[in-house]
């Protein structure tokens, strides 16, 4: 009797286990029922907001904006390129120009004078040695423009009031090509007599040449007459020699 009843109660067990495996196996299925339900809902969500007409148009704006900001960027950094070697050119022309000027019509000697003031004072670029390696070596080319210059006759002193006018005259009538009697007293070098920078520039170490006064820049710039050469130099010489 006691056996029966054992072998019931076992069966009783084993039938509880089953049905609590069940269960078990029942809840887990609906739990990845449910997870699937809830991630397809949120594809189709994240599906609906990608295609509405709202988030289509702020994709839209943020990528012309980024274009826009782009393309000036690339535009701004061409046109910075574009006038940076526009003015690259403008400076190699300018400097080619200063030279051309320093040389022509020149002797060897006053050509390696013009160009070696030139590139003391930074007017011109050397910054591989280049020029100051051919002054060294004396090799400067004295060019010719095709026109010979024309040989002046000296001031005369009678014309200038002393030999010492005459002769700062007689500088400046060589350096710009002009006969005495266009030097008159108040004449201005560049309304009057037409002088160009380059000339005007060059005047105060001709006027030295000729009279060992020596004239710095700074003072040059402020002489614009042939009266201004004609006092300043008359006032650094001694008497006996004017």
């Known amino acids: 009797m006691s056996d029966v009843q054992n072998s019931t109660n076992e069966n009783s067990r084993k039938a509880g286990f089953e049905s609590n495996d069940s269960n078990l196996k029942l809840l887990e299925l609906q739990l990845k029922v449910d997870e699937f339900k809830h991630k397809k809902e949120m594809d189709e969500r994240a599906s609906r907001a990608s295609s509405s007409p ?15 900001v782009i393309g000036g960027v690339f535009n701004s950094i ?11 050119l403008k400076q190699r022309d300018a400097q080619l120009q200063l030279i051309l000027r320093a040389t022509q019509d020149r002797t060897k000697r006053e050509s390696a004078e013009n160009l070696h003031f030139f590139v003391e004072v930074g007017l011109l670029e050397d910054r591989d040695g280049k020029i100051r390696a051919q002054l060294a070596k004396s ?8 026109a010979e210059r024309r040989v002046l006759r000296p001031c005369e002193a009678k014309a200038f009031g002393s030999a010492l006018r005459a002769k700062i005259a007689t500088a ?16 201005r070098l560049s309304e009057d007599l037409k002088a160009d920078d380059l000339e005007v520039f060059e005047l105060p170490w ?3 040449d000729a009279t060992g006064v020596d004239i710095p820049q700074s ?24």
Do not use: N, W
């Open 172 to 187: 400046i009538s060589q350096h710009l090509d002009l006969e005495c009697k266009r030097l008159l007293t108040k004449a």
């Open 139 to 146: 090799s400067v080319p004295a060019i010719s423009s095709g």
């Open 219 to 242: 003072d040059a710039d402020k002489m614009k007459t042939i009266e201004d050469y004609f006092i300043y130099v008359e006032k650094r010489v001694p008497v006996s020699t004017k």
């Open 54 to 68: 709202l988030t289509t148009a702020v994709i839209g704006g943020v990528i012309a904006v980024l274009a826009t």
């Open 78 to 88: 061409v046109e910075q390129q574009r006038a940076s070697k526009e003015l690259e």
């Open 206 to 208: 001709r006027v030295s």
